[in-house]
């Protein structure tokens, strides 16, 4: 079975800074997809990066970057220069080859402060 | 819109009722999920459609959840005689299907579901 732990219940960063929010997981899969969405208090889910187990380089996508560490199955999200908007829940979550359904973790808060 | 849309926003209800929540997915979307949100368990998944195919119940908790996708767009879930436990926001998504493990899933805004 699949498990996604995510350690960080809240993270308070300040307007500017940068913020690594931590992803470890769980699998015997070797093809396999991780996913960070964002949730805003507004509650839709917005995917925000995605990183496929056999690709070598980190995944980024604008601010948002995923250290990769396939050996230690970490997936962290890292987001420069955070802004006020950055403020919500953040959920990893993982795909293995041939299932559908993504795997959740519990999710991280994230509060960016003035 | 062209987004994931779920009916109604929310939802409040009493023990014992029936209740059925709808999605519709984007146009052109073959797969569809549901998943359920609470504050005890997380993000869990409950259903997936994929086309004509038989769909993949095993995330459902009890047999008072069935779904059905007509048509191959909108789907119903329905819960029978709702227990206070069943009090969570409901999410659908949709997504294509190919080969590859990526596979974005488009999520919907989510209907609260309050069983009092």
């Known amino acids: 079975a699949q498990k996604i732990t995510q350690t960080q219940p809240g993270m308070f960063v300040q307007e500017k800074e940068a913020v690594t929010l931590d992803c470890t997981y769980d699998t015997s899969d070797q093809s396999y997809g991780l996913f960070w969405y964002k949730q805003p208090s507004s509650g839709e889910m917005i995917f925000l990066i995605y990183?496929?187990?056999?690709?070598?380089q980190n995944a980024t996508e604008g601010r948002y970057s995923l250290n990769f560490q396939k050996a230690r199955k970490s997936a962290n999200l890292v987001i420069s220069a955070s802004q006020l908007g950055d403020s919500a829940m953040y959920f990893c979550a993982m795909r293995i080859q041939g299932a559908q359904k993504l795997v959740f973790g519990q999710g991280t808060r994230l509060t960016i402060n003035p | 819109g062209a987004g994931v849309s779920q009916s109604p926003s929310n939802k409040v209800t009493e023990k014992g009722k029936d209740v059925e929540l709808r999605c519709d997915p984007i146009?052109?979307?073959?797969?569809l999920y549901w998943y359920r949100q609470s504050l005890g368990q997380g993000l869990e998944f409950l259903i997936y459609f994929q086309g004509n195919s038989a769909p993949d119940k095993s995330g459902l908790p009890s047999d008072r959840f069935s779904a059905e996708r007509t048509g191959g767009s909108v789907s119903t879930l329905t819960i029978q005689r709702t227990q206070q436990e069943d009090s969570a926001v409901y999410l659908c998504?949709?997504?294509?299907?190919?080969?590859?493990?990526?596979?974005?899933?488009?999520f919907g805004p989510g209907t609260r579901l309050t069983v009092l």
């Open positions: 998504a949709s997504s294509l299907v190919g080969t590859s493990v990526y596979n974005e899933q488009f």
């Open positions: 146009s052109g979307h073959t797969a």
């Open positions: 990183q496929g187990s056999y690709d070598e």
